[in-house]
């Protein structure tokens, strides 16, 4: 009969074992108190970088004023990113648009230079006096 015994019992693993309840049994006696500050102590004086990233900010970042791409000019288009005089022309010849994603829908841009766009303008339907959105002109 061939038994496997586990790494953990032939005793190689003991040692960081016993190191980590140490660590557990010094913060468990140490008190919350204690322990908070220890843990506070060393994220303060940890840089952010050593995890990879930065900490979160609490303060919400500025907003960007949205474009309309239904009543913009066309220096203000061309002030988009990837936004050329050929994008911002097909961008006014093709109004009106319902939605945004309507500029990949019926190519007028690529996903590409859309996907860089999106959060910087909105596309704000023209109103007919009934309230009701104006629709784009169907091409045949």
């Not at 980590?20 to 840089?47: E, K, R, W």
């Not at 109004?95 to 596309?123: D, F, M, N, Q, W």
């Amino acid at each position: 009969m061939n038994r496997t015994i586990h790494p953990w019992r032939q005793g190689r693993t003991a040692v960081p074992l016993l190191a980590a309840l140490a660590a557990v049994a010094a913060f468990a006696l140490a008190g919350p108190a204690q322990a908070a500050a220890a843990s506070a102590a060393s994220a303060a004086s940890a840089p952010a970088k050593a995890h990879g990233h930065k900490k979160a900010a609490t303060a919400k970042p500025a907003r960007v004023k949205q474009i309309d791409i239904n009543s913009a000019s066309r220096e203000q288009l061309k002030t988009l990113p990837g936004v050329g005089d050929a994008e911002a022309d097909k961008i006014i010849a093709g109004r009106p648009y319902l939605t945004k994603a309507e500029l990949v829908s019926r190519k007028v841009l690529p996903t590409g230079p859309y996907l860089s766009i999106k959060r910087l303008i909105i596309a704000k339907p023209k109103l007919k006096p009934n309230g009701q959105p104006e629709l784009p002109a169907k091409s045949g």
